[in-house]
């Protein structure tokens, strides 16, 4: 069957969240410097929907991963270690004829001019995905289906099936879309720019990096980014060490969920969806002072945090917080994941108030000490 059949059931799941994308071994390097000069390399995994799974699962979520590696090692390990986690990885499809990515890194930070990154993903598993060949059962069941503009990218037939899965139809759980722009990925051209845009404003939550709106649209500022994407009910604007906005609407006609609502904060404006006007709460949630180890994974924790408290139906202002902490997990060890702080840590530190929000400084370790919050470290 080429695309979900209308009118599939997902109210009596017992999956919170179902990520697709795919996702590679990473070798990561021994010591700081160039590839060329990097001796050895250790192994890990990357991928930013597996990454959403991972830290969910360890969160004490019903995450599932849903993917498409090669019938080889580098599939055995992916597989083997997400599942590690917590994650059910039984809608995982291996390719007989295609192998799983793989990718090697520098030591260094991503926004820096020295960071490399060596991608052998072109041809992989991953980008044989299609309407066609994916479990859309697994895929619409769990309460949340989480992708990323990166899959998109991967080939036509991935592009294609994004456009299935955030197609409206009854019984489509709600759809999170993380924009992720990555311009190495793409085949020349805009094309990104316009897929990417109308991939978000298919999704009912959508999280985008202030920074990548601009390079990927030309637009500047959270509010102009909400003008351009006015459709989801929720969207997340992340703007580094600034901090997050978070626009959140009521909910829309047809297949929306409850749990994509729950704004609380004043602050509001009204966004045109559908012919209708709907009015906006605009909340904006400081970041944290991190003692960053290495900047990756940063996003897909943040990513994680927030789903994990709109799953509580938290507060917008506590969604966006415990994606701050979950990221400040991520900032302060050298890989993509790590065990994100118990939940009841977590809570205790998204109640603080404001001042006292403002004077917490994370540094590596953080996460094992379940202490009272005015014991964290401060500046």
């Given at each position: 069957?080429?695309?979900?059949?209308?009118?599939?059931a997902h109210a009596a799941t017992t999956t919170d969240v179902v990520c697709l994308g795919e996702s590679m071994v990473t070798f990561l390097p021994?010591?700081?410097?160039?590839?060329?000069?990097?001796?050895?390399?250790?192994?890990?995994?990357?991928?930013?929907?597996?990454?959403?799974?991972?830290?969910?699962?360890?969160?004490?979520?019903?995450?599932?991963?849903?993917?498409?590696?090669?019938?080889?090692?580098?599939?055995?390990?992916?597989?083997?270690?997400?599942?590690?986690?917590?994650?059910?990885?039984?809608?995982?499809?291996?390719?007989?004829?295609?192998?799983?990515?793989?990718?090697?890194?520098?030591?260094?930070?991503?926004?820096?001019?020295?960071?490399?990154?060596?991608?052998?993903?072109?041809?992989?598993?991953?980008?044989?995905?299609?309407?066609?060949?994916?479990?859309?059962?697994?895929?619409?069941?769990?309460?949340?289906?989480?992708?990323?503009?990166?899959?998109?990218?991967?080939?036509?037939?991935?592009?294609?099936?994004?456009?299935?899965?955030?197609?409206?139809?009854?019984?489509?759980?709600?759809?999170?879309?993380?924009?992720?722009?990555?311009?190495?990925?793409?085949?020349?051209?805009?094309?990104?720019?316009?897929?990417?845009?109308?991939?978000?404003?298919?999704?009912?939550?959508?999280?985008?990096?202030?920074?990548?709106?601009?390079?990927?649209?030309?637009?500047?500022?959270?509010?102009?980014?909400?003008?351009?994407?006015?459709?989801?009910?929720?969207?997340?604007?992340?703007?580094?060490?600034?901090?997050?906005?978070?626009?959140?609407?009521?909910?829309?006609?047809?297949?929306?969920?409850?749990?994509?609502?729950?704004?609380?904060?004043?602050?509001?404006?009204?966004?045109?969806?559908?012919?209708?006007?709907?009015?906006?709460?605009?909340?904006?949630v400081p970041a944290l002072h991190v003692d960053v180890v290495a900047a990756v994974g940063a996003g897909d924790a943040f990513a994680a945090g927030f789903l994990s408290a709109t799953l509580r139906g938290l507060p917008v202002r506590d969604r966006a917080?415990?994606?701050?902490?979950?990221?400040?997990?991520?900032?302060?060890?050298?890989?993509?994941?790590?065990?994100?702080?118990?939940?009841?840590?977590?809570?205790?530190?998204?109640?603080?108030?404001?001042?006292?929000?403002?004077?917490?400084?994370?540094?590596?370790?953080?996460?094992?000490?379940?202490?009272?919050?005015?014991?964290?470290?401060?500046?």
């Open positions: 069957m080429s695309g979900p059949a209308a009118g599939t021994s010591q700081p410097g160039r590839l060329a000069d990097v001796p050895s390399f250790g192994r890990g995994i990357g991928g930013a929907e597996s990454n959403v799974a991972c830290a969910l699962a360890a969160a004490g979520h019903r995450a599932a991963w849903v993917g498409r590696v090669g019938a080889d090692g580098f599939g055995d390990h992916l597989v083997e270690t997400i599942a590690s986690y917590g994650v059910d990885t039984s809608a995982v499809r291996r390719d007989p004829v295609r192998p799983t990515g793989i990718y090697f890194r520098t030591a260094t930070d991503r926004g820096t001019d020295t960071h490399e990154v060596a991608y052998y993903r072109a041809g992989s598993a991953a980008s044989a995905m299609s309407p066609a060949n994916v479990p859309y059962d697994e895929l619409f069941a769990g309460r949340i289906l989480h992708l990323s503009g990166i899959t998109a990218a991967l080939s036509g037939d991935c592009l294609e099936l994004l456009r299935e899965l955030t197609a409206a139809r009854p019984g489509r759980p709600l759809v999170s879309f993380d924009v992720n722009h990555r311009p190495h990925l793409w085949r020349g051209g805009d094309a990104d720019a316009s897929v990417l845009l109308e991939l978000a404003r298919r999704a009912d939550l959508v999280f985008v990096g202030e920074d990548e709106a601009e390079e990927a649209w030309g637009i500047v500022g959270a509010e102009a980014i909400r003008a351009a994407v006015p459709e989801p009910s929720v969207l997340v604007v992340k703007r580094g060490s600034a901090g997050a906005t978070v626009f959140a609407s009521g909910l829309r006609p047809g297949p929306r969920s409850s749990i994509a609502g729950g704004a609380e904060n004043a602050g509001a404006r009204s966004s045109s969806a559908g012919g209708a006007d709907l009015a906006d709460t605009v909340t904006h917080r415990h994606g701050h902490l979950m990221a400040a997990a991520v900032l302060t060890v050298p890989g993509d994941l790590t065990e994100p702080p118990a939940r009841d840590h977590a809570d205790r530190l998204v109640a603080l108030g404001d001042d006292a929000w403002g004077t917490l400084r994370l540094g590596p370790g953080w996460t094992a000490a379940d202490r009272a919050p005015e014991e964290v470290r401060t500046p």
